[in-house]
């Protein structure tokens, strides 16, 4: 069974953070690791927040964008998911970012593991898609 990582998850791969050990150890499982591409930039903006208030050097940020997509097994074009996702976020009331990681959670009748807590909430009250905390 795949896995649908988001970014809150993403960024622990990169930067010490709580549960970064959590986040670490979906990297050595046997699950395969997907995700909207939208998850690059939202790894991107974190990455940019945390070198903004030197938590992170220049360098390692830069490292951690090159890397970042050879971490997941497969990233899903938006524009596959797009139709799926504006009629979650209808739904729910809860902003598209999120619904694309729902969206595909839905179509590969996968996991998501996120940090998130809004984004778990959101997959609970879908039924159809299971939330995983890392």
Not at 78 to 93: F, S
Not at 126 to 133: N, T
Request: proline share 5%; glycine share 2%; hydrophobic share 50%.
């Amino acid at each position: 069974m795949s896995l649908i990582v988001d970014a809150s998850v993403a960024v622990k791969w990169f930067s010490e953070e709580a549960q970064s050990d959590r986040a670490e150890s979906l990297l050595s499982s046997m699950e395969p690791l997907i995700a909207p591409d939208l998850v690059i930039a939202e790894i991107g903006n974190a990455l940019w927040k945390k070198a903004a208030r030197q938590l992170l050097r220049r360098d390692q940020a830069t490292k951690a964008m090159v890397d970042a997509p050879t971490f997941f097994d497969r990233l899903i074009p938006l524009g596959d998911l797009g139709p799926r996702a504006v009629e979650i976020a209808i739904e729910l009331r809860h902003p598209i970012y999120d619904c694309f990681y729902l969206a595909l959670a839905e179509r590969e009748r996968a996991p998501i593991v996120s940090a998130d807590d809004k984004l778990l909430a959101a997959a609970k009250r879908m039924k159809s898609v299971e939330g995983r905390r890392v």
